[in-house]
């Protein structure tokens, strides 16, 4: 990846305001470097995020494993894998008490989820879903499948889909800050989103990120 003309000292603070969650328009002003300059400066750096956290892909979750999908943008609600216009489809595996990797898809089949699951989950996983019917062939697969009852109003002990919903508003929350992200840039800021809810603390953020940086800008 190209050096940056940015001098050292204000990546320095552009990188600490990026994990400040500073967005690209008031880091500019703080930093005193051009919008334009910002936001490369930050699309950058989740270019950066996005590659090293696809070279940590390869490995698979064992354990208690919550999945779901969501959707992201649009301005209808629409149903799950029907009528969600204008949204983007997102699909997402966490591992209790550890990580949590996402992926955008094309729909919510069956024919799209349980490949993937597959591929990141190891057998004999005990596997959370809701009852969306995309997930209907884990009944008969090598995984232990229990299914959530979104229309109770508790939770049964460790039978809930809490933390990877938790991760979902997270993300939403994030984006919503930025009035709107570019469709074509959506994945990066998804990752993003997935860093940020891994390495929850913002000091070993910013060591992981200047490190990232220095390995891939120079």
């Known amino acids: 990846m190209r050096k940056s003309r940015i001098t050292q000292s204000k990546q320095a603070r552009l990188i600490e305001h990026f994990v400040a ?9 703080l930093v005193g470097v051009h919008r334009n300059s910002a936001a490369l400066y930050f699309h950058r750096l989740r270019q950066i995020i996005a590659l090293e956290l696809a070279a ?26 029907r009528g969600a216009a204008g949204k983007i489809p997102v699909f997402g595996i966490l591992k209790r008490v550890g990580k949590i990797y996402t992926w955008v898809i094309p729909n919510a089949r069956g024919s799209t989820l349980v490949p993937i699951i597959a591929r990141k989950v190891m057998p004999d996983s005990i596997v959370y879903t809701d009852s969306w019917r995309g997930y209907n062939a884990l009944d008969v697969s090598t995984f232990k499948h229990y299914r959530i009852n979104h229309s109770e109003r508790f939770a049964k002990a460790h039978n809930h889909i809490n933390g990877i919903e938790n991760f979902w508003n997270q993300a939403k929350r994030h984006m ?21 809810f891994n390495t929850p603390d913002p000091k070993r953020q910013l060591v992981q990120l200047k490190l990232w940086v220095r390995r891939n800008m120079g």
């Open 21 to 29: 969650g500073t967005t690209a328009r008031t880091v500019a002003s």
């Open 56 to 81: 940590e892909n390869e490995a698979m979750f064992d354990g208690e494993i919550e999945v779901d999908e969501s959707y992201f943008g649009g301005h209808r609600k629409g149903k799950r894998g």
């Open 176 to 196: 919503r800050k930025f009035n709107g992200v570019p469709k074509d840039h959506f994945e990066l800021y998804l990752k993003e989103c997935e860093w940020r």
